[in-house]
Each structure stands twice: as C-alpha cells, then as structure tokens.
C-alpha cells in the first residue's frame, strides 16, 4: 500500500516554528501510525523524532494526534491523508513532548501508606481507574490546566485511586482541594480522549468532590476562587 500524509515537524535548533512535511511511504495493509512513522524514518528521512516503547497499547509513550484527536501512534490504522501532529503540550522535537515535569509532578502525588493485602471489594472499586498508562491524552486536552492551578486529569484518577484504598487513611480530598479539584469544568473531554476509557470525571472527580463537601472543604485555605485562576 502507498500512503501519503502530513506530519507537523519542528526542530527547535532549527526552526522558526513548526511546519507541515508531506510523506509518501509503502507500508502493509492495516499498518498502524506508528508503522507509517517507521516507514518516513526508514524511506523518507531518518530524522524524524517519535517516542515508542511496546508497540501494543501499554505503555502509552506513542501518542500523538491525527487529524487533531490524541491516540497512540501503535493503536490507530494508518491512511492515507492523515494528518499526524504532536500531543498538544511544549514540543521537545517533531512528534516528541515534553513529558518529564508532568511525570514528575504525578510523582510528586502524596504517596499512599499501604501494609497487607488490599480487599477484594477494594481491588474491584479500584479497577475502574487503575489501568492509566500515562499517555498524557488527557493532560494534553484538559481546558482547566491551560487557565487555571489544575493537578490535571490523571493526577485526580490517582489520588481517587488512593482514596479508595482502605490500607491508606489519610485525607485525599483536602489534599486534592489543594490541586485544583474544583477548577475542573467537568468538560468530560479527558475522558473522550483516554485510550483506555477511564471515566476520570465521574470515577474520580466528582467522588472526591462529594467527599470534599461532607468534609466541609470548597477552595484550597489559603486561596481565593479569584486567585484560582490566573
Ligand atoms: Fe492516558 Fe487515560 Fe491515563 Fe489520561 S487517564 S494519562 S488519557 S491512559
């Protein structure tokens, strides 16, 4: 099969701004996008920059846009006319993103205190929210982030997942009050974009909001909801 499409390419060291390439390549029947990328690396121009780690969905490090929606790159069927764009976050080089400092934030998460076996009922309320590859879809699309102090989707599915565990006690709710937890705009765009279905909003966002409300808790202590916003 010959596919022709765009990818949107930027070398900070080299460019001005990011410009659109067209590549013409032979790939398989179903090849997926990240065979396409392969294909301009191997038949067009070695240059290219993308990340990829597992080729099978479970890793989350491929996602770019086509035609302007997120999807991993390992995932989604190749064709022609695509137009192949990177996450919608600071751009290291072409399809690559600057991933680390949101990494590092969801790192940064409060860690859970966890000894002996989590329950099985516990393990089944967990299931929903557990399986994030860190795709970084979600943060990408979020509104509230780009306008507001906003943890971020993801952030919140992992502090919910916390909450849920009984072995942890501590207060996830105000902690997540102090990250935005009531910036979100309940848009449900994250959950369009999840390559694994994680209903953030409702799974998470608005569980922790109810807890958030018995507890008394709206606006982090020291803010006030204009200085929420920025
Ligand atoms: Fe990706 Fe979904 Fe995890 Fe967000 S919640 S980082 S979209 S897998």
């Given at each position: 099969n010959?596919?022709?499409?765009?990818?949107?390419?930027?070398?900070?060291?080299?460019?001005?701004?990011?410009h659109i390439e067209t590549y013409?390549?032979?790939?398989?029947?179903?090849?997926?996008?990240?065979?396409?990328?392969?294909?301009?690396?191997?038949?067009?121009?070695?240059?290219?920059?993308?990340?990829?780690?597992?080729?099978?969905?479970?890793?989350?490090?491929?996602s770019v846009?086509?035609?302007?929606?997120?999807?991993?790159?390992?995932?989604?069927?190749?064709?022609?006319?695509?137009?192949?764009?990177?996450?919608?976050?600071?751009?290291?080089?072409?399809?690559?993103?600057?991933?680390?400092?949101?990494?590092q934030d969801l790192a940064g998460i409060t860690p859970g205190i966890f000894s002996g076996y989590l329950?099985?009922?516990a393990n089944e309320a967990i299931r929903p929210i557990r399986d994030c590859i860190e795709c970084l879809?979600?943060?990408?699309?979020?509104?509230?982030?780009a306008v507001a102090d906003f943890a971020g989707p993801t952030a919140m599915r992992q502090e919910m997942r916390i909450a849920l565990d009984p072995r942890d006690?501590?207060?996830?709710?105000?902690?997540?009050?102090?990250?935005?937890?009531?910036?979100?705009?309940?848009?449900q765009r994250c959950l369009?974009?999840?390559?694994?279905h994680i209903a953030i909003p409702g799974k998470a966002i608005e569980k922790l909001r109810e807890i958030a409300h018995r507890e008394g808790l709206t606006i982090p202590k020291h803010q006030t909801v204009a200085e929420m916003v920025r």
């Open positions: 010959t596919i022709t499409f765009t990818i949107e390419r930027f070398d900070p060291e080299k460019d001005p701004a990011p013409t390549v032979d790939v398989n029947e179903g090849a997926r996008v990240l065979d396409a990328l392969h294909a301009v690396r191997e038949q067009c121009d070695p240059s290219l920059a993308y990340r990829y780690c597992c080729g099978s969905g479970q890793c989350g490090s491929c846009r086509v035609n302007n929606e997120p999807v991993l790159a390992c995932m989604h069927e190749a064709y022609d006319g695509m137009a192949v764009s990177p996450l919608n976050l600071p751009v290291e080089r072409d399809l690559m993103v600057e991933m680390k400092s949101y990494l329950t099985m009922e879809a979600c943060v990408s699309e979020c509104p509230a982030i006690d501590r207060d996830r709710a105000a902690l997540t009050v102090d990250e935005g937890l009531f910036t979100c705009t309940t848009c369009e974009v999840c390559p694994k």
